[in-house]
């Protein structure tokens, strides 16, 4: 394939130019594509449509800068590449495309209602949600990806107060949201007219429900965002629907991609028998599946001046997208990074970002994801494939929407 030049002359491969594609992540070795850039020395560019791109990040020590820097490297314009070339409108309104120091005052209160002690209270309560999710796989086949993506709207959905009648249709407008090129998803329209649509969605049903809960305030999160100030005043009614979508959206995309990426590409070589004979290993497995599934592909930056990373310039407004998949499968920092090592230590992923934007989610995502394993293990042995998997068609989730399993009820010890 011929190349085209960067800003600064530098090559772009024909796997660079793959990033941005959708069907990539869906049917493509997108895992190579990130090994040859690895290996390079340099940056590569993407062009996207001839009057926009993006520098690809994809090791390591280069991610943990981006990630860490917020006054180089900008949030605001937005951080997700269908917004490449314009300014996102949530900027400096939904938590995660605005920078510090009013990223920090806007998360505070959500953070300091998701701490471990706060989540731990709420076991049980996961426990039941976990065990309802997975029961039908006792009884015959499961499409195990399909529970997967019901199960972070039905933990996030408690936290936030939503009714449980709402969690299917939540599900469906969340999935359009993160795969909007996915044809199951798609209006025929195109992605653009899906993603509008289900925004449009999500936002009048985000209204009612705060506009309810303001008239009854509880100890749920959108009560949370409703009554947290930042700058002196507390949040607008657009700023509070825009991060009630900005929470939900984070659990689905985070919680579901881990263990359908365990159940899709490990199912035969052993590793879930030796984890169900070694509990003790949970903790430990749950990081190492999110390192590798890497459920949330990558996020994007503008750089607020010219910098150099890896001995590429890096001009001033320039779009820089930090793949977190690559960066957790660098083998500067993990030895061995595409086994799966249930005992790994140290494991100091990104599947949760790192710096200022740290999901505020994660605690809250551990605990369902440990949960999770505990009962799927303990409760059932001899999976194996009741059918083809099927990828999510999206460059922004890495994870299945289809993956049919079966299973038998282990005998109790």
């Not at 820097?69 to 938590?95: H, K, N, V, W, Y």
């Not at 009714?163 to 993160?178: G, K």
Request: aromatic share 8%; glycine share 8%.
């Amino acid at each position: 394939m011929p190349s085209s030049d960067s800003p600064s002359g530098c090559p772009v491969s024909h796997g660079a130019a793959g990033l941005a594609d959708p069907v990539l992540f869906s049917t493509g070795d997108y895992r190579a594509v990130w090994a040859e850039l690895r290996g390079r020395d340099t940056l590569a560019w993407q062009d996207v449509d001839g009057r926009s791109g993006f520098w690809s990040v994809v090791r390591y020590h280069d991610a943990d800068r981006v990630l860490r820097d917020p006054d180089t490297f900008t949030s605001e314009r937005g951080t997700m590449l269908f917004t490449l070339g314009e300014q996102d409108p949530a900027g400096g309104r939904q938590i995660p495309v605005t920078d510090p120091p009013r990223h920090t005052a806007m998360r505070a209160r959500l953070q300091k209602a998701l701490t471990i002690k706060s989540v731990e209270r709420q076991t049980e309560l996961i426990r039941g949600l976990v065990r309802e999710v997975i029961a039908p796989l006792g009884a015959g086949e499961l499409d195990f990806a399909q529970a997967m993506l019901t199960l972070p709207v039905a933990v996030g959905g408690t936290a936030m107060g939503l009714p449980r009648a709402d969690w299917p249709r939540l599900v469906r407008l969340l999935n359009a949201s993160t795969a909007p090129d996915d044809p199951e998803y798609r209006d025929p329209d195109g992605p653009r007219a899906t993603l509008e649509a289900a925004h449009r969605e999500l936002f009048a049903y985000f209204q009612d429900i705060s506009y309810d809960r303001r008239r009854r305030p509880g100890d749920d999160l959108i009560s949370v965002l409703i009554t947290t100030e930042v700058d002196g005043r507390a949040m607008s009614a657009g700023e509070v629907l825009s991060n009630c979508y900005s929470v939900l959206l984070g659990a689905s995309v985070t919680t579901p991609h881990s263990p359908n990426y365990v159940l899709a590409e490990h199912l035969g070589d052993g590793l879930l028998d030796r984890w169900a004979a070694d509990p003790g290993a949970t903790a430990s497995g749950v990081e190492e599946a999110l390192r590798l599934a890497s459920p949330v592909s990558y996020f994007m930056r503008y750089a607020t001046r010219d910098v150099t990373i890896r001995d590429t310039p890096i001009r001033a407004g320039d779009a820089v997208v930090v793949w977190f998949g690559s960066a957790n499968r660098d083998a500067e920092v993990f030895p061995d990074p595409d086994r799966f090592l249930l005992h790994r230590k140290p494991n100091r992923h990104l599947a949760f970002g790192i710096g200022p934007h740290y999901c505020v989610g994660h605690t809250l995502a551990r605990v369902t994801l440990r949960l999770l394993f505990d009962e799927l293990l303990s409760g059932f042995t001899d999976f194996e494939p009741a059918g083809a998997p099927a990828r999510m068609h999206s460059n922004f989730i890495s994870g299945y929407k289809h993956l049919p399993i079966t299973a038998k009820p282990r005998a109790a010890a």
